[in-house]
């Protein structure tokens, strides 16, 4: 990208965009919690895109692949309804105590959560179709094309999918990377663009959020 002075460094329109908003105690708790467990949670502009989209559509049942230590939740619940509901899928049951943890000093309590152990692609399946506001897709990089097609069949018309790490760091532009994680990444944002029924836009926010509406059946015969 090229400034009034010249080129400008993507790291630092990076720092500005995810400095842009200091996140207080709470997420800085559950953020250290997922850096002392090893998990790599969304970046806080990651995180304040979740809140402004599951706020902007009044989201009330929100499904999310990946609790980690729950930074994400934080900042999904924070933009939910009063009486919203989180479902969180994670296979790893110590990540989701502490995750659990972390809500119920926040102030959520068990109404407002439902966390399930297990692999997302075998919860998925048993979950409601349309019976969700906005998913978000947090897991396995290789599995997100799968995510998609259970996100499609989960989420209502005019409702939001959301993936993280679509930008992986720049390795979705580099053409050596092929491991099966960058090309889950990859074939998920060629499936989002082509398929009619998403209108789908990459926030270069953290480390890119891919976001997708569902038309409404109307626009699809419009
Ligand atoms: C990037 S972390 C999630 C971070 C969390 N969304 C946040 O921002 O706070 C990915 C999570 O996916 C979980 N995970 C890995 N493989 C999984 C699978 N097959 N099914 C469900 N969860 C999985 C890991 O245990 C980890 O907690």
């Not at 407002?112 to 969700?132: E, F, H, M, Q």
């Not at 050596?176 to 990859?186: I, M, N």
């Not at 398929?195 to 699809?220: C, N, Y």
Request: hydrophobic fraction near 45%.
């Amino acid at each position: 990208m090229t400034g009034p002075d010249g080129p400008v460094d993507p790291w630092s329109l990076h720092a500005q965009t995810d400095g842009y908003l200091s996140e207080d105690e709470v997420l800085l708790a559950a953020r250290a919690n997922a850096n002392d467990l090893g998990c790599f949670p969304v970046d806080a502009g990651a995180g304040a895109g979740l809140r402004f989209l599951a706020a902007t559509i009044s989201a009330r049942a929100v499904v999310e692949i990946g609790t980690g230590a729950g930074v994400s939740g934080l900042w999904l619940l924070r933009g939910m309804s009063p009486d919203g509901v989180l479902t969180s899928i994670d296979i790893d049951p110590e990540y989701q105590r502490v995750a659990r943890a972390a809500f119920t000093a926040a102030g959520y309590g068990p109404s407002r959560l439902r966390l399930i152990n297990g692999l997302g692609l075998d919860v998925l399946p048993r979950l409601t179709d349309g019976g969700y506001d906005l998913a978000f897709l947090d897991a396995v990089k290789a599995e997100y094309p799968e995510y998609l097609e259970h996100a499609l069949r989960l989420v209502r018309p005019g409702g939001v999918i959301i993936a993280d790490n679509v930008l992986w760091s720049g390795r979705v532009a580099d053409p050596k990377a092929t491991d099966p994680d960058t090309e889950g990444l990859r074939a998920y944002a060629r499936r989002i663009a082509a398929d009619d029924r998403l209108d789908s836009v990459i926030l270069t926010i953290g480390d890119g959020l891919a976001v997708s509406r569902v038309r409404r059946h109307e626009e699809l015969e419009a």
